[in-house]
Structure formats: structure tokens, C-alpha cells
């Protein structure tokens, strides 16, 4: 089991220093409610609760329906103590009076004396609706969604956004224990490979280890042999010999921090010809980018970076046709490489992307709508601290490769008869979570081989 102890610092002093900077930017109180869990059916059998981000970042805990309160760098914590009943269903736990010690609380109350700290508070709604509703009737004010905000609200979401950009040290701590579980989570899913019937086995596979770790999956797991249905969420395929499997799965830990990683392997432990080809196509734009990733450079350019080494790849192949820097700006890319390449990563695999793109994009910016840019979510020059993804792929998506008009305005630039050659081929992706340092960068998941012969050793090995 990996160590919870090499952290280097308490956690009490890390929320001491997070709320500290928050105060030197927002005079006035702030409130975060932490959320509770909605039923599956009735009322005692819930989905898994995930407290509140935004909470977890100055809470530290993944606490049950509590609250706290930030102003001038103090924090008071609002929770009940456990009801006999509770005591009796959910057996022993900390009571408010220890949780507020272990998180270097000023103050502790119960939930009922809210109502007399909430004037003049900001806040950020929750996603459950049940909080959302007692967050409304506490500050007496309807909550618009979380990527609506207005006034106060939104100067505490712009606030938290510059904080939680960058990531300090408890946090890259927290994120490399959930680094390391995920990459034997996706060696345990190689190694189980050869001997799976189902896309579900590999699955098994691999969430066993987020499982016995006591952590949780970051996201609903992709382990697919349809690899190009991007946020596919099927495990019931047959394990056919040459297939690939694409599997994007990371863990998460009990407070709350994220991994995301995405490797793709052949089932036999041995790529084809033609999926080795395309293989490292999709990783030399993986490779390019990281190397590119340093302090500075705006993030989209290391997306046209990828799109660039992709179409160089693709032309090499004889898949597209032209100049690739002339390809990348028709967006013929974009029809084997649809989504962006990446994202911020934290407390949520997609980094506070409840609050829309207020944290993914710099101020000023939005979406644009061309084909190869309209789903990059992150648009910021890259810093220091920040943790982002690299998750260049390649994609055979029937509903973009049969659209008529599509076919039509790319058909002289894709050579669809040489395409054919590469069926065996349905989705690759290559995902790496990576810190940007000061010298340049750090992949937290460099453990993980991306190579195509070490991926199939590691195949193999079982
Ligand atoms: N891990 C899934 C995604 O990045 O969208
Ligand atoms: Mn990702």
C-alpha cells in the first residue's frame, strides 16, 4: 500500500495558508456548504456522496452536510453531531468539536446556528439541489448555476479560480498518491488482459486497485474496445483477438484529488502493423506536447501543437493529404482528433468546470466554433503549479467520418481508400497527468510506460 503520511505539511497549516490567500482578495464572508447525497430509490439507499470541491479545497475533509465559514482567515466549521440513530446505522464517528481541531478551526457550531453568521456571505452553489435549495433559503437569494454567477459570488469564484489554478504542495502530495494507484491500476488491467473475456473483467481489473487503495475513481471508467465513443460507458463487449483497448480510468483520493490517465494496448499483448503505425503517430503528438509544456506557453498552442504532429503523422501515412500546417487550418485533423488535448486537473478530473469556463479559459476568451477548437477546454498560459492533462488521440467516429457534408469538404485532402487499410483501428488515446514546474515540467505518471513494446511487455507479463 502506498504511504498517506510524506505529505509535507499538516493539513491544518495547508488550509490555514489557502484561507489566508483568499482573504487577501475577499473582504467579505464567505460560506461553502460541503452537500450531501440524493436517494437511489428511498430514502436510506444512496448514491456514493463526493463532497463539494470548492469545500474540499478549504475543508480539507470530505465532510457529510457541513458548512464553513471564511472571513479575514478564519474559518468556523457548521455540522451536527451524529443522532443515536445514526450512531446505530452508520456506527462511531469523529464529532464536530475533534474535526474542527484536525482542521485548525477557529469556531464550531451546529448546523442551526447558521443562520445568524450567513449576512452578507458569497457563496458557490452546489450541485445537489437538496443544498442548493437550503443554500438559497439561508442567503435569501435564488442560486443561479454554478457557471452563472454574478456580484459577490462571482468574485469569490474568480478568487478561488486564481488559487486553485495553482497547485500547492499538500495538493501535488494528494495528487501524486492518486497518480501512483492509477498507474497499478492500469498495470493490473495489462496484466489481466490475456485472460479477459469482457471489456467489464478489465475493469474489474483495474478498479480493484482504486478499491483496495480506499480511494474511489476520479470518473465513470473507460475500459473499451469502441474506443472511439469518447466517454463510452459499456463494459459488456466480447474481448475479440486484435482488438485494442482504450482505457481511461485514475483514482482519486480520500480527500478528494484527482489522476487521469488514458493508455490504449493491444489485447494480444501485440500491436498489428497498422495500429503500431498509428500508435505512434498519436504518441509522438503526446511526446511533443509534453516536451512543449512548459511555464508561458499558452495551452491551446500545445493543442495546435498536437494537431500539427498528428497531421504530420497522418500525411506520412498516407491517411490525409496536403501540407499539414494547411490541414490543420481546414481542421482535417479535427475529423480523427475531435476533442482538445487536454485539461486542468485537481480536486476534479476536470478542474472546477462547474464553474463553466471560468477557470479553464482566461478571461476574455470563449469557445471558439471552429471544428478542431470548440472542445478545448482549457485556453490559459501555462504556470507554474498548475497540473493539466495531455490526451492527444486518434478517433474512427462513424457520425463524423460518414457525414455527407463532411465527406464532402474533406474529400480531396483524406485518402479514403487508404484509410480503409487502418479498420482495425477504432480509437487510441495517450493521457498523462503533468505538472508545470519552474524548470519546465514533471509527468506525475511518467511511471506508466507509453511505449508501444514496453505497453506490450506489460501485456504480456501476465
Ligand atoms: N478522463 C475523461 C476526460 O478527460 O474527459
Ligand atoms: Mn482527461
Not at 490555514?16 to 460560506?31: D, G, H, N, S, Y
Not at 485494442?244 to 480510468?249: K, V
Given at each position: 500500500?502506498?504511504?498517506?503520511?510524506?505529505?509535507?505539511?499538516?493539513?491544518?497549516?495547508?488550509?490555514?495558508?489557502?484561507?489566508?490567500?483568499?482573504?487577501?482578495?475577499?473582504?467579505?464572508?464567505?460560506?461553502l456548504w460541503s452537500g450531501q447525497t440524493s436517494s437511489r430509490n428511498f430514502p436510506a439507499n444512496t448514491y456514493p456522496y463526493r463532497a463539494?470541491?470548492?469545500?474540499?479545497?478549504?475543508?480539507?475533509?470530505?465532510?457529510y452536510n457541513a458548512v464553513i465559514r471564511l472571513e479575514s482567515g478564519r474559518l468556523e466549521l457548521f455540522m451536527d453531531d451524529p443522532t443515536p440513530a445514526e450512531?446505530?446505522?452508520?456506527?462511531?464517528?469523529?464529532?464536530?468539536?475533534?474535526?474542527a481541531e484536525t482542521m485548525g478551526a477557529d469556531a464550531a457550531y451546529p448546523i442551526s446556528r447558521l443562520k445568524g453568521f450567513a449576512a452578507g456571505a458569497a457563496t458557490i452553489p452546489v450541485l445537489d439541489a437538496a443544498t442548493r435549495l437550503q443554500q438559497s433559503h439561508l442567503l435569501d437569494r435564488m442560486m443561479t448555476p454554478a457557471n452563472q454567477l454574478q456580484d459577490m459570488d462571482l468574485a469569490?469564484?474568480?478568487?478561488?479560480?486564481?488559487?486553485?489554478?495553482?497547485?500547492?504542495d499538500w495538493a501535488i502530495a494528494e495528487m501524486r498518491r492518486a497518480a501512483a494507484i492509477t498507474i497499478q491500476a492500469h498495470q493490473a488491467g495489462m496484466a489481466a488482459t490475456p485472460q479477459a473475456k469482457t471489456e467489464a473483467e478489465i475493469r474489474a481489473a483495474m478498479e480493484q486497485v482504486v478499491i483496495a487503495h480506499n480511494t474511489t475513481c476520479a470518473y465513470n471508467s473507460i475500459v473499451t474496445v469502441q474506443g472511439e465513443v469518447l466517454h463510452n460507458d459499456h463494459y459488456h463487449h466480447a474481448i475479440q483477438p486484435g482488438d485494442?483497448?482504450?482505457?481511461?480510468?485514475a483514482a482519486e483520493t480520500e480527500m478528494g484529488w484527482a489522476s487521469d490517465v488514458t493508455r490504449?494496448?493491444?489485447?494480444?499483448?501485440?500491436?498489428?502493423?497498422?495500429?503500431?503505425?498509428?500508435?505512434?503517430?498519436?504518441?509522438?503528438a503526446h511526446d511533443r506536447c509534453i516536451q512543449a509544456a512548459v511555464p508561458g506557453v499558452e495551452y491551446q498552442q500545445i493543442h495546435l501543437l498536437?494537431?500539427?504532429?498528428?497531421?504530420?503523422?497522418l500525411v506520412d501515412l498516407g491517411i490525409l493529404q496536403g501540407q499539414p500546417a494547411d490541414l490543420v487550418e481546414m481542421d482535417a485533423h479535427a475529423l480523427f482528433f475531435p476533442h482538445g488535448v487536454g485539461h486542468l486537473l485537481g480536486l476534479d478530473v476536470h478542474d472546477m468546470e462547474d464553474l463553466g469556463d471560468l477557470a479553464g479559459y482566461a478571461a476574455g476568451r470563449t469557445r471558439s466554433d471552429r471544428f478542431g477548437l470548440g472542445y478545448l477546454r482549457?485556453?490559459?498560459?501555462?504556470?507554474?503549479?498548475?497540473?493539466?492533462?495531455?490526451?492527444?488521440?486518434?478517433?474512427?467516429?462513424?457520425?463524423?467520418?460518414?457525414?455527407?457534408?463532411?465527406?464532402?469538404?474533406?474529400?480531396?485532402?483524406?485518402?479514403?481508400?487508404?484509410?480503409?487499410?487502418?479498420?482495425?483501428?477504432?480509437?487510441?488515446?495517450?493521457?498523462?497527468?503533468?505538472?508545470i514546474t519552474e524548470a519546465g515540467n514533471e509527468v506525475l505518471t511518467t511511471e506508466l510506460p507509453t511505449e508501444a513494446a514496453a505497453i506490450e511487455q506489460l501485456v504480456k507479463s501476465s
Open positions: 500500500m502506498l504511504s498517506q503520511t510524506d505529505r509535507p505539511a499538516s493539513l491544518s497549516d495547508a488550509l490555514r495558508r489557502r484561507r489566508q490567500k483568499l482573504a487577501a482578495q475577499i473582504p467579505f464572508p464567505v460560506l463539494n470541491s470548492h469545500f474540499l479545497y478549504f475543508a480539507g475533509l470530505p465532510l450512531l446505530l446505522w452508520h456506527g462511531d464517528r469523529p464529532r464536530r468539536d475533534q474535526i469569490l469564484a474568480t478568487a478561488i479560480v486564481e488559487l486553485r489554478l495553482v497547485q500547492d485494442l483497448l482504450l482505457a481511461d480510468m490504449t494496448w493491444p489485447v494480444t499483448g501485440k500491436f498489428s502493423g497498422t495500429q503500431r503505425d498509428l500508435y505512434d503517430v498519436v504518441l509522438a498536437a494537431c500539427q504532429v498528428l497531421a504530420e503523422g482549457l485556453n490559459r498560459p501555462l504556470q507554474p503549479g498548475m497540473a493539466v492533462t495531455i490526451e492527444p488521440g486518434f478517433y474512427q467516429v462513424p457520425a463524423i467520418l460518414n457525414d455527407a457534408d463532411r465527406r464532402e469538404k474533406y474529400r480531396s485532402v483524406v485518402n479514403w481508400e487508404r484509410l480503409e487499410q487502418f479498420q482495425d483501428i477504432r480509437g487510441i488515446r495517450i493521457e498523462d497527468d503533468v505538472l
